[in-house]
């Protein structure tokens, strides 16, 4: 590690000797001189450390001066931990110093520590004589503030990633999409050196609307340096089905696969390959040759040799940005206004070494981020003389160089945040809250306070050192991830200190002090002795083999202050656990024990406690209460809460509380002194108060004033009267910034005070959840209830009649933020007005049946895009009023609509109708429909589409269909129709799917020539349909499905027109059928033929026998059933 990261740990540990609690316990032990000397001693090595660091590159003799330095430190912060985890466990310092002659176990304590000091000090009054034999000289290390750039914006992140890749991803989407290969799988390479955007570029493509409609399935997968084809298979799998395939050997995942993708248009993506072994590369290939034709492979290196490898004879080679692009992005994250306000001589450098980038979006962003809000020219000059920036464009070990820089610009405290991310694997979606509390648990965060480490975190996002990856509703960052040069960079800097556990490892090196382990299937755990390692993360796995960790392991982990077991399958947790003194972060979810020991209480420094996916957890331990340094405890069980954890007091997060009603258990009282709870906290069973009005008041959830989202639940109604019910609730004020609130299974008729007159004045989502018996949200006359509302959900409220009370003399409460309606479940909801909800853009009802009455916003500028109406059976008419964003419109199981008024929706693209028993007619006017789906209507006879060339309709059990003129589409699919006699179809260039099927009336066809026709599927029609669709169906069909046409004798020489093009034929149930045509032999394009219940044909088509196998032998795949194949 860095010479500046060394100096942060012993400055530390400099800090931690000067504090009275250790000279005190260093006074009371009887080491008082050792520890001032040991002070003195570590002052002058520090002044050496940036000579030490300069020269070790150099010198073997200072770099192992530099690594016996570390040891010893880091066994310093071990020792001085010791004494400060033995305060707490003795409760205090004078405690501890009065009694201290009166136990034997204090005098071990005493030599153990003693001796402890004794070697520490020894060690180091040997280094520092080595310092005059090196030759080390005295250097001052400049430790910085961090600049809090991360207050400004967050906005260039996002639209960095797209700077000048518009023509590159339509070129390559054009390569992805085009019909003129026909290969069964091609590929296509990005290559160019890192940090060029071969990923977003990647990404931009994969998510392309062309592309989603074109290839199903779609598989992502980030390949990396490890290129193994088990591996590799089981990713493809994850990203196609739910299925657990951990245990699966790799024929059975051949199986699996071949299942998911054969005979698919797929589109695969590997992203940053690196195999360069051929063998490798044809062993995969041969497993994905089952996919359908057109499928493509699509692949990100930096490597020309990769893509060569591959047989990717011409890839795209990505270039970097064009110059005034480049600027545009260097100037938008570096300065704060704009350039032309900004000190024409740092325009000038800015320029000069934006040109020395190379376009390479990656060290643009970097240094922008770097030098914004900096407005010495000292620091812009610096970067722009820096010999790495001059050599950019050699390879990637420049491009590392230069970001090299941004890490160097970095204060201390965040060098350690950054370089212990490279315990991840590259592409790991790292959670956020997680990451802080590692960073907490290393003791990387001073003061130990969780906004100073989401200050850490904003500030490497705003460095782009960590990208920001996935955001909650309310924009909140829930995730981020390393891009790969940057993980390289925290690799190289971390050297051997961090370790990635692989399979074939036999020990861990001395040297390493944190370990992570992945997906780890066959780790012997032998291994895993190293009393020197500070953390051992797992990141959940699937599938671990050991059921248990034997204690002898769980002993030599004496340093540890992080400790993740997370999906090792553990069904005994050994007792020997609470001995971890260090400890500060314990997750063990997903794991299958029923008790958790009681020793764990004894870790008085543990932070972090996570119990996440523990379903057969019985027993928590009693005496939680002596984590007094607990801060988050995360545990989603039905468990009642233990006694006294109350005491908890630090407590930040706690997700869940749940009330029980046993004798030594938590009561809601519990709550009282928490808080500094944050984030969400979901109470539940509370049925098992026993005095509403006392427990609720002791709650003091008004007070936890950090709480952003609040579930309050019932288990078990019967269990408490709806009065006390109304009651408890009445107590349960949460505090007036609450954003979310969700109530479950109240058995009160009315809502609190607290819900009324705008007192929740921040709330922003509302979810209420099987309300038996509330009737009414509230009264005409409250005026407006929640002014920040924009999500309100009612869920199974059989009572409810109206949203709110109706009183002549008042309009109806108005929500002006309201955005997402959701009503689900309402039986007796009758009457529904939506007047008071200007913004409403997203509206779903679904299960009222008693429904008569819907009025929408009226205003010509609503913003309402989405509707579902779902199961509102006694719904007769809707009327649509002009809603210009409208988009997707859903209606189904509404019996009594007969009346449907669309006018025309310039936005509308998907619109779905089904069961809608009585509806007879259906117009609409959007020309920019893409996706229409019609499905039993048994009574509609008239339908009315405006010309969308590139939509697809489907129009399924609509009995009295009769005529059908349809206009220009993109894909077509007419099933049980059992009346329809006519089909018009109007010109349809763009047509390229056609399905007709259970058409049995189906004789007369008005066609214009169909071009672009690809697949053709014929069910229980007439021959006539047939032959008539092939007459108009030019040389381009690829696939065609025959079912069930009794009255077809033979096949003519129709489909002689695609000789060229024609790749699957099927045939099934044809029974008049009896022969297949000698020329079927010129399909020289077919390679798949499927003949299923044609009994005459299989038997001419007997592999090898039959009297027409000459004629098909030349297929590569073929199937018949009823016969031999």
């Given amino acids: 590690m860095a010479e500046q990261i060394l100096f942060n740990i012993i400055a530390d540990v400099l800090t931690k000797l000067g504090s009275s609690s250790i000279q005190q316990i260093g006074s009371a032990f009887g080491v008082a001189k050792e520890l001032t000397k040991l002070t003195k001693k570590l002052t002058t090595i520090k002044g050496v450390l940036v000579d030490a660091e300069k020269r070790q590159e150099e010198s073997d003799a200072v770099k192992a001066w530099v690594r016996r330095l570390k040891d010893v430190v880091y066994d310093a912060d071990d020792l001085l931990d010791d004494f400060a985890t033995h305060q707490l466990q003795r409760g205090g310092v004078a405690r501890q110093v009065s009694d201290f002659f009166s136990s034997s176990n204090q005098l071990v304590f005493r030599f153990k520590m003693s001796s402890k000091v004794k070697n520490i000090k020894e060690e180091v009054d040997e280094i520092v004589k080595e310092i005059n034999l090196l030759k080390l000289v005295q250097g001052n290390i400049v430790q910085r503030e961090v600049e809090s750039s991360w207050r400004e914006t967050h906005s260039f992140v996002l639209t960095s990633e797209i700077v000048g890749r518009e023509e590159n991803k339509e070129e390559i989407i054009k390569s992805l999409v085009s019909s003129d290969n026909q290969e069964i799988l091609s590929m296509v390479a990005i290559v160019g050196i890192g940090g060029l955007g071969k990923t977003t570029l990647a990404q931009l493509v994969y998510n392309d609307e062309k592309v989603v409609q074109y290839f199903e399935p779609r598989i992502w997968v980030c390949v990396s340096d490890h290129f193994d084809v088990k591996s590799l298979v089981k990713k493809f799998l994850k990203e196609v089905c739910e299925q657990d395939v951990e245990w699966l050997e790799l024929n059975g995942l051949k199986n699996l696969l071949h299942k998911k993708i054969s005979q698919k248009r797929c589109l695969l993506v590997l992203d940053d390959v690196w195999n360069e072994n051929p063998e490798k590369w044809d062993q995969l290939k041969s497993l994905l040759m089952v996919v359908g034709k057109g499928s493509k492979i699509l692949v990100t290196t930096r490597h020309s040799k990769v893509a060569s490898i591959m047989g990717i004879n011409s890839p795209f080679f990505l270039e970097g940005l064009k110059d005034s692009l480049a600027w545009d992005l260097f100037s938008k994250i570096a300065f704060a206004e704009e350039p032309e306000k900004v000190h024409p001589k740092l325009v000038e450098m800015g320029k000069e070494i934006v040109n020395m980038c190379n376009g390479v979006p990656l060290v643009i962003k970097t240094l922008g981020a770097m030098l914004r809000l900096k407005t010495e020219e000292s620091h812009w000059l610096s970067i722009k003389n820096n010999r790495n920036l001059l050599s950019l464009g050699a390879g990637n070990d420049n491009v590392l160089s230069v970001l090299k820089l941004s890490y160097n610009d970095l204060p201390i405290y965040l060098k350690q945040c950054f370089t212990y991310c490279a315990l991840f694997l590259k592409d790991y979606k790292i959670e956020k809250n997680m990451l802080v509390q590692l960073w907490m648990a290393q003791g990387y965060i001073q003061p130990l306070d969780e906004n100073v480490g989401h200050q850490y975190f904003e500030e490497l996002l705003s460095r782009s050192l960590l990208e920001k990856f996935r955001n909650d509703a309310f924009n909140n960052i829930l995730s981020c991830k390393m891009h790969d040069l940057m993980h390289d960079l925290a690799q190289s800097v971390v050297e051997s200190e961090v370790l990635i556990l692989e399979d074939d490892v036999k020990e861990i090196p001395k040297e390493v002090r944190h370990v992570s382990l992945f997906n780890s299937m066959n780790l012997k755990l032998k291994a895993l002795r190293a009393k020197h390692i500070r953390t051992f993360l797992s990141i959940p796995i699937h599938g671990y083999k050991d059921d248990s960790i034997p204690n002898i392991y769980f002993s030599s982990f004496k340093c540890l202050r992080v400790l993740s077991l997370n999906g090792f399958k553990v069904k005994e947790v050994p007792k020997s656990l609470g001995k971890l003194s260090h400890l500060r972060y314990l997750d063990l979810s997903h794991n299958k024990f029923e008790v958790l020991p009681n020793s764990i209480t004894r870790l008085k420094n543990l932070q972090t406690l996570k119990l996440i996916g523990c379903h057969v957890l019985k027993e928590m331990p009693k005496d939680m209460r002596q984590l007094i340094n607990l801060r988050h405890w995360e545990y989603d069980g039905y468990l009642s809460m233990p006694c006294g954890i109350g005491k908890l007091t630090l407590l930040?997060?706690?997700?869940?509380?749940?009330?029980?009603?046993?004798?030594?258990?938590?009561?809601?009282?519990?709550?009282?002194?928490?808080?500094?709870?944050?984030?969400?906290?979901?109470?539940?069973?509370?049925?098992?108060?026993?005095?509403?009005?006392?427990?609720?008041?002791?709650?003091?959830?008004?007070?936890?004033?950090?709480?952003?989202?609040?579930?309050?639940?019932?288990?078990?109604?019967?269990?408490?009267?709806?009065?006390?019910?109304?009651?408890?609730?009445?107590?349960?004020?949460?505090?007036?910034?609450?954003?979310?609130?969700?109530?479950?299974?109240?058995?009160?008729?009315?809502?609190?005070?607290?819900?009324?007159?705008?007192?929740?004045?921040?709330?922003?989502?509302?979810?209420?959840?099987?309300?038996?018996?509330?009737?009414?949200?509230?009264?005409?006359?409250?005026?407006?209830?929640?002014?920040?509302?924009?999500?309100?959900?009612?869920?199974?409220?059989?009572?409810?009649?109206?949203?709110?009370?109706?009183?002549?003399?008042?309009?109806?409460?108005?929500?002006?933020?309201?955005?997402?309606?959701?009503?689900?479940?309402?039986?007796?909801?009758?009457?529904?007005?939506?007047?008071?909800?200007?913004?409403?853009?997203?509206?779903?009802?679904?299960?009222?049946?008693?429904?008569?009455?819907?009025?929408?916003?009226?205003?010509?500028?609503?913003?309402?895009?989405?509707?579902?109406?779902?199961?509102?059976?006694?719904?007769?008419?809707?009327?649509?009023?002009?809603?210009?964003?409208?988009?997707?419109?859903?209606?189904?199981?509404?019996?009594?609509?007969?009346?449907?008024?669309?006018?025309?929706?310039?936005?509308?693209?998907?619109?779905?109708?089904?069961?809608?028993?009585?509806?007879?007619?259906?117009?609409?006017?959007?020309?920019?429909?893409?996706?229409?789906?019609?499905?039993?209507?048994?009574?509609?006879?008239?339908?009315?589409?405006?010309?969308?060339?590139?939509?697809?309709?489907?129009?399924?059990?609509?009995?009295?269909?009769?005529?059908?003129?349809?206009?220009?589409?993109?894909?077509?699919?007419?099933?049980?129709?059992?009346?329809?006699?006519?089909?018009?179809?109007?010109?349809?260039?763009?047509?390229?799917?056609?399905?007709?099927?259970?058409?049995?009336?189906?004789?007369?066809?008005?066609?214009?020539?169909?071009?672009?026709?690809?697949?053709?599927?014929?069910?229980?029609?007439?021959?006539?349909?047939?032959?008539?669709?092939?007459?108009?169906?030019?040389?381009?069909?690829?696939?065609?499905?025959?079912?069930?046409?009794?009255?077809?004798?033979?096949?003519?020489?129709?489909?002689?027109?695609?000789?060229?093009?024609?790749?699957?034929?099927?045939?099934?149930?044809?029974?008049?059928?009896?022969?297949?045509?000698?020329?079927?032999?010129?399909?020289?394009?077919?390679?798949?033929?499927?003949?299923?219940?044609?009994?005459?044909?299989?038997?001419?088509?007997?592999?090898?026998?039959?009297?027409?196998?000459?004629?098909?032998?030349?297929?590569?795949?073929?199937?018949?059933?009823?016969?031999?194949?």
């Avoid at 509806?919 to 509609?940: Q, V």
Wanted: charged share 20%; proline share 7%; aromatic share 4%.
């Fill in 652 to 1125: 930040q997060s706690l997700p869940l509380f749940v009330v029980g009603n046993e004798r030594g258990v938590g009561r809601l009282s519990e709550l009282k002194g928490l808080n500094n709870l944050k984030g969400k906290l979901r109470i539940q069973k509370l049925e098992n108060v026993r005095d509403a009005v006392d427990e609720s008041d002791k709650a003091n959830l008004r007070e936890k004033k950090y709480i952003r989202m609040l579930a309050l639940g019932w288990e078990n109604r019967s269990a408490q009267s709806g009065r006390d019910a109304e009651k408890l609730m009445e107590g349960l004020h949460p505090p007036p910034s609450l954003e979310e609130l969700r109530i479950g299974r109240y058995g009160g008729m009315g809502f609190p005070s607290w819900m009324r007159n705008g007192v929740l004045s921040q709330l922003k989502s509302l979810q209420l959840v099987d309300l038996s018996e509330v009737e009414y949200l509230g009264c005409s006359s409250e005026g407006p209830i929640f002014p920040c509302l924009e999500n309100l959900f009612l869920i199974q409220m059989p009572k409810l009649k109206e949203l709110w009370r109706r009183d002549t003399t008042h309009p109806p409460p108005s929500c002006p933020c309201l955005s997402h309606l959701q009503i689900q479940g309402c039986i007796v909801l009758a009457s529904l007005e939506l007047h008071s909800f200007p913004l409403l853009s997203k509206l779903e009802i679904s299960g009222c049946p008693k429904l008569t009455s819907l009025l929408l916003p009226l205003s010509l500028d609503s913003p309402l895009s989405s509707l579902l109406i779902f199961e509102c059976s006694d719904l007769a008419s809707l009327n649509l009023h002009s809603y210009p964003l409208l988009s997707s419109l859903n209606i189904s199981c509404c019996g009594e609509l007969t009346s449907l008024l669309v006018p025309p929706s310039p936005l509308l693209s998907q619109f779905n109708i089904s069961s809608c028993d009585k509806l007879a007619s259906l117009e609409l006017h959007s020309s920019l429909l893409s996706h229409l789906w019609i499905y039993d209507c048994p009574k509609l006879t008239s339908l009315l589409l405006p010309p969308s060339p590139r939509s697809e309709l489907s129009i399924l059990h609509c009995g009295d269909l009769a005529y059908l003129e349809l206009p220009s589409l993109s894909q077509l699919c007419i099933e049980d129709c059992g009346h329809l006699a006519s089909l018009k179809l109007s010109s349809s260039p763009l047509l390229s799917s056609l399905t007709i099927s259970h058409c049995p009336e189906l004789t007369t066809m008005q066609l214009s020539s169909l071009p672009c026709l690809k697949t053709l599927k014929l069910c229980n029609v007439r021959e006539r349909v047939f032959r008539q669709l092939m007459l108009v169906t030019d040389s381009s069909l690829e696939s065609l499905y025959m079912e069930g046409i009794h009255d077809m004798e033979s096949l003519r020489r129709e489909l002689l027109a695609h000789a060229s093009t024609l790749q699957r034929l099927s045939i099934t149930k044809c029974y008049g059928l009896a022969t297949l045509p000698h020329w079927i032999s010129s399909l020289t394009s077919l390679t798949e033929l499927d003949i299923r219940d044609c009994k005459q044909i299989a038997e001419r088509c007997r592999r090898e026998t039959g009297e027409d196998w000459p004629q098909i032998a030349h297929i590569p795949e073929i199937y018949i059933k009823d016969g031999e194949e």
